[in-house]
């Protein structure tokens, strides 16, 4: 069985393209900001203010970034550990993302919170009532699991390339050896690390959902309920796969490949039973505590229920069940941006629309400061992942030869 | 093979005995949160807003006890500042504002921090900065604190507030309860500047016997309610008044703890470190049976 024989390699395009340039300016407009923030204060450059303590800082940057990088577990956990060979192509990309994505999920708590030089604390002072205290803990822990993960690529890339200039030549040996030892190491305990990655990515999920539950009726009664664990929990899982086919489309899109048209198609299949137990138990939650009766008004609150239900879920789950929309990569890609935005959107609600303090004065609407910076940490994400896949052999690129077993985690190629 | 099955599995049953052993030492550690204390002793403040003349006293002083910017004294007694209802803030750990109500004429009501027995804030605290200490008071330690006003996001009263102008060391700012002058036997600077007698300094307990008493001997001047007796699991401020104030002043609040269902959650997700251990069992039992299964799908 020689069909569609594929290797991670460097890919070999030019960096800079128009829209790469346009990518770099919202970056740059971000870091302008970024930096008034950390000379003027938060309050500056953000609306945030003690009635609304919490913006898109916390909500899309920390909330929705860190749901949308689900793909890094989800993939692994298809990947490695149900071993199932042909999606091995999309595991290095989906790795890269969700340690570009919890890198910056980091930032942005570094970003948001007051006296972010604290921001060690957590390590060394708990609290295990905190919901917080637990995302802290394990976002922590995941984005080292996640480098450490990324690490045998590293080591792929440069072992026995180690070429310093000049005096620090003398130091390739010794990197190289370094590189061989670590490579080693690193595939025998691998397993490990991936089935942590997992477990502290359903930690920190559901604690994600269980940040809310605490600020009791002061979030609307169509997202407040007990089980917002849970429901953080389905909808990371459930746009994982979306969020890699999306990625995937573009990526080859952007360097002129062939999009892996097979092996997106049959990953999508999991994706229509995955959003309809996120579905159903949103469903079933709002008619369980009746909350339905909030959708007869209709106000700003109910229109964004609607939209984030109706656009984010209903609509591509219904795609996502079509044979044609699955083998079709337009198709593949609409109903992947969809799930994309319904859970941005449902990040979006819970921080923000939900929230609703007893003596607000006016509503928080996000400042074109956080607005600036949220993009610009979107824009500085597309560019590394451009860098990286130039430098790393991350993306798979088609080949001649028979032997392309992929280095990485666990090795099943006989020795 | 890099490695053999039997490796695995030796390996993986090492994490497991470790992560068990790990399990079995950290509940005191992990439980090992922010100091909350609930005294039996603990004191409260009964304040009787139809006792209050809207002096703002109260404000002056608590700026002074508290090093914040004080106007002048004369300043206090302008009444343009009831125009709007205001909020406790940086500056102003506690404010008096004056609430008209057609049916009963108008009120003023002193706010600030009510000092829960069960306190959102100090269950949702990240580093576990905030506490409540035996004399009842919710105090915090800004040396710990990061800043990421999840305080603010947990409180049912609105009362944290942050130095949001403030590039380097913003504090979270709310009412103290005088900690540092109860500590030394005063009594706090609102209750003791109060001309009127509006605020009662004392035992919690003692402080709902006195307005039941109250209410009971003069029926007619008090609405038959002691707010902070139950909301959220009871709060250290009491007020009487001559209206219902959930709901106007006061948001309307259960009399469940405000962090019980968030703590449930976070222990049931936690309990003994189980749900995390056994989840990783699992993975760790699939990642192994499926190794085998795709061995020998390799040999075909």
Known sequence: ?415 | MAQNRRDFLKTLATIGVSTGAISAVTPQVAKAGPTNILSDNRMGVLVDATVCIGCRKCEWACQGAHDKVQQDFIEYENNDVFKKARRPDTNNLTVVNKYDSELLGSETIKLQCMHCDHPACVSACIVGALSKEENGSVIWDTDKCIGCRYCMVACPFQVPALEYYKALDPKIVKCDFCFERTKEGNLPACVEICPVEALTYGKREDLLIEAKKRIKNHSEKYFNYIYGEHEVGGTAWLYLSDKELAGEVFPKLGNDPAPGVSESIQHGLFAYFVPPVALYALLGGIMWLSKDKDKSEEKL
């Open chain 1, 1 to 415: 069985m020689i069909k569609h024989l594929h290797k991670p390699a460097p890919i070999t395009k030019k960096y800079f393209t128009p829209g790469v340039i346009l990518i770099s300016l919202i970056a740059l407009n971000g870091l302008v900001f970024l930096l008034g923030r950390f000379i003027f204060g938060i309050g500056a450059v953000t609306n945030l203010n003690d009635q609304y303590p919490w913006g898109i800082w916390i909500g899309l940057d920390v909330g929705a970034g860190g749901a949308l990088a689900a793909g890094g577990f989800t993939t692994a956990a298809l990947g490695h550990i149900m071993h199932r060979d042909k999606y091995e192509t999309i595991i290095r990309p989906a790795l890269l993302t969700a340690m570009l994505g919890y890198t910056f999920v980091a930032v942005g708590v570094f970003t948001d919170i007051g006296r972010w030089y604290n921001i060690w604390h957590p390590l060394i002072m708990w609290n295990g009532n905190s919901a917080l205290f637990e995302v802290g803990i394990c976002v922590m822990f995941y984005l080292t699991v996640l480098y450490i993960e990324f690490l045998p690529i590293v080591t792929e890339r440069f072992m026995g390339k180690v070429n310093l200039p000049g005096i620090l030549s003398r130091l390739n040996k010794p990197i190289d050896r370094l590189l061989h030892t670590l490579d080693r190491g690193l595939d025998r305990t691998m397993f490990i690390f991936i089935i942590a990655g997992v477990v502290l990515s359903c930690l920190h999920q559901s604690s994600l959902g269980t940040l809310m539950v605490v600020s009791g009726p002061k979030m609307h009664p169509l997202w407040q309920t007990p089980v917002l664990p849970l429901l953080f929990l389905l909808s990371a899982i459930a746009v994982g796969f979306p969020m890699v086919i999306m990625e995937s489309l573009t990526a080859s899109h952007s360097f002129g490949l062939k999009p892996e048209k097979e092996v997106l198609t049959s990953l999508s299949k999991f994706v229509a039973p995955l959003l309809s137990i996120y579905l159903l138990g949103k469903i079933s939650d709002m008619f369980i505590r009746k909350t339905f009766v909030y959708l007869y008004e209709f106000n700003t609150i109910s229109i964004l229920f609607g939209i984030e239900v109706i656009i984010g879920v209903i609509i591509p789950l219904r795609m996502f069940l079509s044979k044609a929309v699955r083998e079709s990569t337009t198709g593949l890609y609409i109903a992947s941006m969809l799930v994309i935005f319904g859970v941005l959107m449902n990040r979006f609600n819970n921080f923000v629309t939900a929230y609703n303090p007893p003596y607000a004065l006016e509503p928080y609407v996000p400042s074109i400061g956080e607005i600036s910076v949220t993009l610009g940490f979107v824009a500085i994400e597309i560019l590394l992942y451009r860098l990286f896949v130039k430098i790393f052999p991350v993306i798979s690129l088609p080949v001649e030869k028979v032997n392309f077993k992929t280095k990485y985690a666990i090795r099943r190629n006989s020795k």
